[in-house]
């Protein structure tokens, strides 16, 4: 197992993350404890140090199922995360009675990390705003020992990243971020990683391979991948651009069957970062999977000044490509949820002003109907 350096700690480059653990019957919120425990043991026994859970994971159990079965090993002997769930805006009054049971559920005296959850555009103003003393309160548990160390993800764009940092940067000591080679430029995550480069943080790495779908390519992809790298599987290739990327200290992957922790593992048993031939070829492929999968928008903007209805027109396309590449996901319904409703694509009348200016021949009004049926907004 490859460890890294993180304030005196050694952390297991590859971390279990409990948001994708097996389950019963295919319900989300059933844990197959039988084959967690199994997962968790083996991972545990194999070098894995650092396991990642929260509280809305499959539905509120996830944390009662790793502090059922962490609790048995010594508890210095692992690295314990979890998260403040701001992602849902009625929890912000509810910081303490949540890290409590947190602490409860998990059957541990502390956190060795822990995470504002899911910095975005929904929830930037309530977790910056002092009426919820949620900075104030974690700040108190941090000194008595009840969190070691303390960060955030983030979903949201990179200046609504730079705004919590500008609040609240001096107290963070590292930051979560979905960041793969699909995302590199598809979500700017680039631009993010230099962000908290710039900014002395370390980075925390959540979707390594999109949900699964960077488990396997294209025929064409993939036979470019084998050519350039014979002995790498499809997978492998996600977690070298990784240990490629500047400033990332941990990848949690959301395993959920022993097939997949095992073939993880064996990749981490060694460090083989991508060489800059390998790294631009790859993140060229990831693009043109991704425009191949969505609508061709340069963000002219030119349909912004047409439309009557005055709707952010390039951004909802890009949720709406978001939307199409993974096949649902909670991304753009979140985004677009938090957007005014005015600004929603239900909002479209049809007119087609834009698509009368559009240099690209977008059937934007068709795009706009399509996105409304999909996510209800």
Not at 100 to 114: A, N, S
Not at 220 to 239: G, H, N
Not at 312 to 333: M, S, V, W
Request: hydrophobic content about 35%.
């Amino acid at each position: 197992m490859i460890y890294r350096d993180f304030k005196g700690l050694k952390l297991s480059g590859l971390g279990l993350g409990m948001m994708r653990l097996p389950v019963v019957d295919g319900k989300d919120e059933v844990i197959d404890e039988a084959a967690a425990e199994a997962m968790i043991d083996y991972a545990y026994k194999n070098g894995i140090n650092y396991f990642d859970t929260a509280w809305g994971y499959h539905g509120e159990n996830s944390e009662l199922t790793a502090g059922r079965c962490l609790s048995k090993y010594p508890r210095e002997s692992y690295y314990l995360a979890t998260k403040f769930p701001g992602y849902d805006n009625s929890n912000m009054p509810k910081v303490k009675e949540i890290f409590e049971r947190q602490l409860e559920k998990c059957r541990t005296p502390y956190f060795d990390f822990y995470l504002f959850h899911n910095v975005y555009e929904g929830n930037v103003d309530d977790y910056l705003n002092p009426k919820f003393g949620i900075m104030d309160y974690l700040l108190e548990q941090k000194k008595n020992g009840r969190i070691r160390h303390l960060g955030f993800s983030a979903h949201g764009s990179a200046e609504v990243i730079k705004r919590f940092l500008d609040a609240y940067g001096e107290h963070m000591e590292f930051c979560q971020l979905q960041l793969n080679y699909m995302d590199w430029h598809f979500q700017k995550a680039q631009e993010k990683a230099e962000l908290l480069q710039s900014r002395g943080l370390p980075v925390w790495v959540m979707e390594p391979l999109r949900g699964g779908k960077l488990a396997s390519a294209p025929e064409a992809m993939t036979a470019e991948l084998k050519a350039m790298r014979p002995d790498e599987t499809v997978p492998a290739w996600a977690f070298r651009f990784l240990q490629t990327v500047p400033g990332v200290t941990m990848v949690l992957s959301g395993m959920s069957n022993m097939e997949q922790l095992k073939a993880n593992i064996a990749t981490y048993a060694e460090e083989k970062p991508l060489n800059s031939q390998e790294f631009d070829r790859l993140v060229a492929l990831a693009d043109e999977v991704s425009k191949g999968n969505g609508l061709p928008c340069t963000a002219c903007h030119y349909c912004i000044s047409h439309c009557p209805q005055g709707l952010p027109i390039p951004e909802l396309i890009a949720l709406y490509n978001e939307h199409k590449l993974t096949g649902g996901g909670f991304i753009a319904p979140m985004a677009v949820g938090s957007m005014e409703e005015s600004k929603r694509p239900a909002n479209c009348i049809g007119c087609r002003s834009c698509e009368q200016v559009c240099p690209q021949q977008i059937k934007i009004s068709e795009m706009m109907s399509d996105f409304t049926a999909m996510i209800g907004m």
